[in-house]
């Protein structure tokens, strides 16, 4: 759905004209990204990282494939092409550790594009759904770095796949046989390597299949924007083109910026100098952690240590991660507030820092050694964690008086909005 | 269409059942049942393979093995530890009452009977299938004088049984026996 005042496409060229009438894919772009589409005049920069992930995607699936056209998935000479490409292949050090760094951009645009959507609640209807297929792309993604992290088959390769299917070892019953299943043997293994390429290479474009159905859903409504208000009237957008192209391209500008600052002059920052180390069964890691986007959910994890009546610790700690990121799913029906953006919301608006704040608390423990001190912080946070999506959330809605809201967008961002009284004539932008 | 004269009247109107109903249900359950058919050698692929299945049992000569002393070997490419308690450990073990532990056995229950001081045991942390220190020469025994994991913290004690963090089980006993006096095979 696009709004009525939207832009027509009006292909000038005869070529264009042919090519609309038998497939009018650059119409479908036009009113896609283009001109076509109106969006909301006041996003500001918290609204670039939708395109920012789309350009990790692109970026991770382009160093991606040429890095898989050197790499070999054998567990007897994986390790040593990687090191292949690092010191033989003709740029390979910068594809692997583009590739390397790539995935933690990727997560860092993500994290902050999923808190971009916290605060402004832009899981609220209309958008439910696009929120939704969100979450189903952030677990994709997860599944994706862990079974890349394990193809270089360093020892922190090794280790991390071994947890993270012992994870599945807890399920009662079936537990065992399952993991065994993940792992075609009773530990990783050539047959693991494998699997774990094949689908490294496959889920990114999965990935890419479900951000369509995103993008798809997101045009249905259009654009959130800070005020949270709908859109009412012309004079509340502008074209995405070139407006949005424009800001967009900026954005990404200074993204490359750091991006390229840590590829080129910090590349194993963010890695653990262990997985320099071939993988060897028989002798794990004094500190073994996964990579840094997944600590917070691994100190989750690591805060249970004792049974939790009659579900044994283990299995509560599994339950507990995974419903960390589940309960994202019930988002838009416990915060039940009619008010959309956190700069309305008094109340809302300090829970949401603190939130950020425990998050950021749980991170740093679940990068930290096993230690009480840190296991009994992560309990802390955790629990506080799950208070705010179950308790805090439903409890603040209920009980907040939000601030005022704008008549219209038009009104938030030039102060007074002439369509408030006529509703006909578009302010002059 | 068939021809006029063999039109059943409520084939017409839509009420009842029709034969053709017997060849759409009939039809749609043998595509579903070959569906499913063709998904079961689709999963299958995934388990651990006929090659990985062999049995590959491991002989060791544990006549170097002093008291006090561990060696980690290899079975099923997992490491496996063999371990020859002291009397003391023997005797520390005995001590705690079995019922009290989360996972409930005697050092009898996990050793052969005449070779109380041969602990054998997977090195594999019952948690998220970590290696356990204490095997090794130098390595930390944890607080219970047996194993401890470094990735989350289980503490073992010297009959291997879990004593403090998140692991939920003893280290699992392999199947094993002694062929001669110094010469155990596992598997």
Redesign the interface.
């Known amino acids: 759905m696009s709004f009525p005042w939207a832009n027509e496409y009006k292909p000038g060229h005869p070529l264009m004209q042919w090519l609309d009438e038998k497939l009018p894919l650059p119409r479908f772009v036009y009113n896609a990204v283009g001109a076509g589409y109106p969006v909301p005049r006041n996003l500001n920069y918290m609204w670039n990282f939708g395109v920012l992930a789309g350009f990790c995607l692109m970026l991770q699936i382009v160093t991606g494939v040429i890095l898989a056209m050197h790499y070999a998935a054998n567990a007897g000479v994986a390790f040593d092409s990687v090191e292949h490409i690092m010191r033989d292949v003709n740029w390979g050090w910068m594809l692997r550790y583009a590739h390397a760094n790539g995935a933690s951009a990727f997560f860092v645009v993500v994290y902050i594009h999923i808190f971009r959507g916290f605060f402004y609640s832009s899981y609220k209807a209309p958008r439910e759904m696009i929120w939704l297929l969100g979450v189903v792309i952030f677990l994709l993604m997860m599944a994706t770095a862990f079974m890349g992290y394990v193809l270089p088959w360093g020892q922190m390769s090794f280790?991390g796949a071994?947890?993270i299917?012992?994870?599945f070892?807890?399920i009662p019953l079936i537990g065992d046989p399952l993991q065994?299943?993940?792992?075609?043997?009773?530990?990783p293994?050539n047959?693991a390597l494998n699997?774990f390429f094949s689908l490294h290479f496959l889920l990114p474009f999965v990935i890419a299949g479900v951000i369509i159905l995103h993008i798809w859903a997101l045009h249905i409504p259009g654009s959130s924007n800070p005020t949270g208000i709908e859109v009412k009237q012309e004079s509340d957008t502008v074209p995405f083109h070139p407006y949005y192209t424009a800001k967009d391209g900026f954005g990404l500008g200074i993204f490359l910026i750091l991006y390229c600052a840590v590829l080129f002059f910090a590349p194993n920052m963010l890695g653990h100098p262990d997985n320099y180390i071939a993988a060897n069964?028989?002798?794990?890691p004094?500190?073994?952690v996964p990579e840094w986007y997944f600590w917070p959910f691994y100190a989750i994890l690591?805060a249970?240590?004792a049974?939790f009546f009659f579900i044994?610790?283990?299995?509560m700690?599994v339950l507990a991660m995974f419903s960390a990121i589940l309960v994202w799913f019930f988002l838009p029906w416990l915060d039940t507030s009619p008010v959309r953006s956190g700069h309305y919301r008094p109340l809302f608006r300090k829970f949401f820092w603190i939130l950020l704040v425990d998050v950021i608390v749980l991170g740093y423990c679940g990068g930290s050694?096993?230690?009480t001190k840190y296991?009994l912080i992560s309990q802390i946070a955790a629990t506080y964690y799950f208070l705010h999506f179950l308790v805090i959330l439903p409890l603040v809605s209920s009980i907040e008086k939000p601030e005022p809201l704008p008549f219209s967008i038009t009104e938030a961002v030039l102060g007074k909005d002439e369509g408030a009284v006529l509703n006909a004539t578009p302010a002059a932008a | 269409m068939a021809d006029e004269a063999s039109i059943d009247p409520a084939e017409v109107t839509g009420e009842g059942v029709r034969r053709r109903d017997f060849i759409n249900i009939a039809a749609v359950s043998f595509a579903g049942v070959g569906g499913l058919a063709v998904l079961y050698p689709l999963v299958s692929q995934?388990?651990?393979?006929a090659d990985?299945l062999a049995e590959s049992s491991t002989e060791i000569d544990v006549s170097a093995i002093a008291p006090g002393q561990a060696i980690?070997a290899?079975f099923?490419?997992?490491?496996v530890f063999v371990r020859n308690l002291t009397p003391t450990e023997i005797s520390e073990a005995d001590k705690v009452d079995a019922a009290s532990l989360?996972d409930p056995q005697t050092l009898d229950e996990r050793t052969k009977e005449g070779k109380k001081n041969w602990l054998i045991t997977m090195?594999v942390c019952?948690?998220?299938?970590?290696?356990?220190l204490g095997a090794g020469e130098g390595e930390v025994k944890g607080e219970f004088g047996g194993y401890f994991?470094?990735?989350?913290?289980s503490v073992y004690d010297t009959a291997a049984r879990i004593r403090k963090?998140?692991?939920?089980k003893n280290l699992e006993v392999p199947p094993y026996e002694f062929t001669s006096d110094t010469v155990v095979k596992i598997g």
Not at chain 1, 180 to 187: D, I, K, P, R, T
Not at chain 1, 312 to 315: E, H, R, S, V
Not at chain 2, 46 to 49: K, L, T
């Open positions: 280790w071994k947890v299917t012992g994870l070892s807890a065994q299943w993940l792992l075609g043997g009773f530990a293994d047959a699997r069964p028989l002798s794990t004094a500190h073994i690591r249970f240590t049974d044994p610790a283990k299995l700690g050694p096993a230690e296991v | 995934m388990s651990a393979s990985v980690k290899v099923r490419k997992q490491p989360r090195g019952t948690h998220l299938g970590c290696v356990p994991c470094p990735c989350h913290g963090g998140p692991a939920p």
